[in-house]
C-alpha cells in the first residue's frame, strides 16, 4: 500500500517540476525523502534534511505543494514534515505544515540563470562578475594592519569553499581598504578558476534588487538566482541594519551556500556584534568562519603605497612629500590616491614640479586635516578622570597598580592619536624611555583582545575625545 502512496507522491514531484526551474527542484525537492501516507486521517510524511528547509518550503512553495497533492491523491491532504535533530542518535522532529488559505495553479517559473533585475541578465555560464579588475593583490601593498586580512584572503582566492575561513567576515574603518581586498580576492579567484561564478555586489545594490523582485513578484527567481553563485562577495553590509525583510532573504540565501560549501565574502565598517537590528541566528553565521580586523595603515604602510603608486604610474615625488602626505592623510587609503591625483593633474596644467609647497596647496582640498589635534595634556585628563587617578601620581616612580593601568592607557592613546615619536611620549608621561612606551602599547594592545570590559573603558575615553573636539 506505501508503494502505492509512494507512487502518488512521485507524480506530485512530477508536476513539481512542471512549475519550477531545474535548480530549484534539485535544491528543494530532490532531497525530500517520502515516509508515509495515514489514509485514516489523509497525513502525509515527508523527510527533509533540516529545519530550515520546513521553513524555505513554507514561505516559497507551500501553495504549489498543496496544488500538487490535491492535483495527486485526490483528496484533502494534511501534510507533516520530519526533521532528523540528531543523526548519531536517530532523534527526529516531526512539523505540521501551515496549510494556504487558497491554492492556486501556478505558472511556470523561469529565469533561473538570470541575474534578478539590475544585473545583466545573462546565461549562466556568462555572469559578470561586477568585480573591478585594477583592484588586485599586486596593488594591495602589506603591512602590519593588513597581512592577516591579505594572506587569508589569497588562501580564500586558492582554495575558494574548501578552508575553515567560510565566511570571510572583513572589517574596519572608512579609506582602510576593505572593498580593494575583497575584490582582489574576487579576481584572483576567477584567474585561477575561470569556471567558478564570482560575483561582487553592494549592499545597496543587493536591496535595490531585492526591493524590486518584491514588487515584480520575482522573490524566487532573484533567491535562485543568487544561489547559483560559487563565491559571493557583498560589500558594505551594515546598510541593512534598518531592512529585517533584506536580512531574512539574505539569511536563506546565505545558509543554503554555505550549507553546499560555496564561498561567502562579507565586508562591514563594525564587527558582526556591532551591527544593530541583524537577528542572532545570522550573527552566529557571520562568525562562524572567520573575523579580521582591517585596520587604518600606519604612517608607514601610507608611505609603501605611495612609494607604490608613483612607481605604477611613473611620477616622482620627493621623499619629504611623500613623507608629509603620509603624515596628514589620517590612514584613510582613498585620501592618499586622491592627493597623488591632484598633485599629478596640478603638476600637469601648471607645468610645475612636485614639492612640499604645492602638496600642503592640495592636501588642504583634498584631506580633511584636524584643526584641533588631541595633545598629551588632552588625553592625560580624560584618562585620569576615567580612573580617577591624580595627574601627579602617574608621573612618579610608583608601581601600583591603578597608576601604572592609567599610565600604559595614556601612552597607548598618545601613540594612537598623536604624530609623537615614542620617545617624546614618554618624556611627556613621566620621563619614561621609548622602551617603555612600546612595552607599555603592546600590555594594552594584547588586553584589549582578550578583556570586553578593558575594551568598553577604552572605548569609552575615547568618545571623550570625540566630544571634546
Same mark, same amino acid.
Given at each position: 500500500m506505501q508503494n502505492k502512496h509512494k507512487a502518488l507522491w512521485d507524480n506530485c514531484l512530477?508536476?513539481?517540476?512542471?512549475?519550477?526551474?531545474?535548480?530549484?527542484?534539485?535544491?528543494?525537492?530532490?532531497?525530500?525523502?517520502?515516509?508515509?501516507?495515514?489514509?485514516?486521517?489523509?497525513?502525509?510524511?515527508?523527510q527533509v534534511p533540516s529545519a530550515y528547509f520546513c521553513e524555505y518550503l513554507e514561505q516559497y512553495f507551500i501553495r504549489l505543494m498543496y496544488w500538487a497533492l490535491t492535483n495527486s491523491f485526490k483528496t484533502n491532504v494534511k501534510l507533516n514534515y520530519r526533521v532528523v535533530t540528531d543523526k548519531e542518535h536517530k532523534l527526529t522532529q516531526d512539523i505540521e505544515a501551515d496549510k494556504p488559505a487558497n491554492i492556486d495553479v501556478p505558472q511556470p517559473r523561469s529565469r533561473a540563470n538570470q541575474s534578478p533585475t539590475v544585473l545583466d541578465a545573462v546565461p549562466q555560464q556568462d555572469l559578470n562578475p561586477q568585480l573591478d579588475v585594477h583592484k588586485t593583490f599586486q596593488t594591495f601593498i602589506e603591512g602590519d594592519s593588513n597581512k592577516l586580512p591579505r594572506t587569508v584572503g589569497i588562501s580564500i582566492a586558492e582554495h575558494p569553499g574548501k578552508s575553515t575561513f567560510n565566511p570571510f567576515f572583513v572589517y574596519g574603518p572608512s579609506g582602510c581598504g576593505k572593498t580593494h581586498l575583497i575584490n582582489a580576492i574576487g579576481v584572483r579567484t576567477k584567474e585561477m578558476y575561470p569556471q567558478k561564478r564570482v560575483l561582487y555586489v553592494s549592499a545597496r545594490l543587493f536591496q535595490v534588487q531585492f526591493t524590486d523582485a518584491v514588487r515584480r513578484n520575482t522573490t524566487n527567481d532573484f533567491i535562485n538566482f543568487y544561489q547559483t553563485i560559487d563565491v559571493l562577495i557583498v560589500d558594505d553590509i551594515q546598510e541593512w541594519a534598518t531592512s529585517p525583510k533584506t536580512l531574512d532573504t539574505f539569511f536563506h540565501i546565505f545558509d543554503h551556500l554555505f550549507r553546499i560549501g560555496k564561498q561567502i565574502i562579507l565586508a562591514s565598517d563594525r564587527p558582526p556584534v556591532d551591527l544593530e537590528g541583524v537577528k542572532d541566528r545570522l550573527l552566529t553565521r557571520f562568525s562562524c568562519g572567520l573575523i579580521a580586523e582591517l585596520e587604518k595603515p600606519n604612517v608607514q604602510l601610507c608611505i609603501d603605497i605611495l612609494n607604490a603608486k608613483c612607481r605604477r604610474d611613473g611620477l616622482k615625488i620627493p621623499a619629504d612629500v611623500i613623507t608629509f602626505i603620509a603624515q596628514t592623510a589620517n590612514g584613510s587609503v582613498r585620501d592618499l590616491e586622491g592627493?597623488?591625483?591632484?598633485?599629478?593633474?596640478?603638476?600637469?596644467? %601648471? #607645468?610645475?614640479?612636485?614639492d612640499m609647497r604645492l602638496a600642503e596647496r592640495v592636501i588642504k582640498?583634498? @584631506?580633511? /586635516?584636524?584643526?584641533?589635534?588631541?595633545?598629551?595634556?588632552?588625553?592625560?585628563?580624560?584618562?585620569?578622570?576615567? %580612573? #580617577?587617578?591624580?595627574?601627579?601620581?602617574?608621573?612618579?616612580?610608583?608601581?601600583?597598580?591603578?597608576? @601604572?593601568? /592609567?599610565?600604559?592607557?595614556s601612552m597607548y592613546l598618545a601613540q594612537k592619536y598623536t604624530k609623537m615619536p615614542a620617545s617624546r611620549i614618554g618624556q611627556l608621561i613621566g620621563g619614561r624611555d621609548h622602551s617603555t612606551v612600546l612595552h607599555s602599547c603592546t600590555t594594552v594592545e594584547q588586553r584589549l583582545k582578550v578583556d570586553k570590559a578593558f575594551q568598553a573603558e577604552i572605548s569609552s575615553i575615547e568618545n571623550s575625545f570625540k566630544l571634546k573636539q
Open positions: 512530477h508536476l513539481i517540476r512542471q512549475n519550477v526551474t531545474e535548480q530549484q527542484y534539485k535544491t528543494w525537492f530532490e532531497p525530500i525523502r517520502f515516509e508515509s501516507f495515514s489514509e485514516q486521517d489523509s497525513t502525509l510524511l515527508l592627493v597623488i591625483n591632484g598633485l599629478m593633474a596640478y603638476s600637469i596644467v %601648471y #607645468n610645475s614640479n612636485i582640498r583634498a @584631506v580633511k /586635516v584636524d584643526n584641533h589635534p588631541l595633545t598629551i595634556d588632552d588625553i592625560l585628563e580624560k584618562v585620569c578622570g576615567h %580612573y #580617577n587617578v591624580a595627574q601627579q601620581h602617574v608621573f612618579s616612580k610608583s608601581r601600583k597598580r591603578d597608576y @601604572v593601568l /592609567v599610565r600604559q592607557v
